[in-house]
């Protein structure tokens, strides 16, 4: 799931930073067998199942998400959710930006 590092930076995240947008995404989980994605940015330090995330499946959308529902979710062969371990960090609002920018693009393209 993730370490004690990444937890640590996302707890420093929670708030008003968070809220706003004004932080980097520490993490990226996602499906290799679609185009779903979901970068975590932030995690409650008084309840650690508690995130803010970007999650783009059919859409993008920012929320607050529990940990252990993501990584517990699966795709249609039955494999969880994997933690991307080359993903470098990014602001979250450039996640954002270029999330929407790209789901514009595959819309447009139909």
């Known amino acids: 799931m993730l370490t004690i590092q990444k937890k640590k930076k996302l707890i420093a995240n929670w708030g008003d930073e968070a809220e ?8 990226r ?18 309840n650690e199942d508690e995130i803010w995330c970007i999650v783009k499946g059919f ?6 998400w529990s940990l252990q529902e993501l990584f517990s979710r699966y795709n249609t062969e ?3 959710v994997q933690v991307d371990d080359e993903y470098v960090p990014r602001h979250v609002s450039e996640i954002y930006r270029i999330l929407k920018e790209r789901s514009f693009d595959e819309c447009n393209r139909y």
């Open 78 to 80: 039955g494999e969880l």
């Open 20 to 27: 706003a947008m004004e932080c980097t995404a520490e993490v």
């Open 59 to 64: 859409f993008v959308e920012v929320s607050k």
């Open 29 to 46: 989980v996602y499906d290799p067998l679609s185009s779903w994605e979901c970068y975590i940015y932030a995690l409650n330090p008084e």
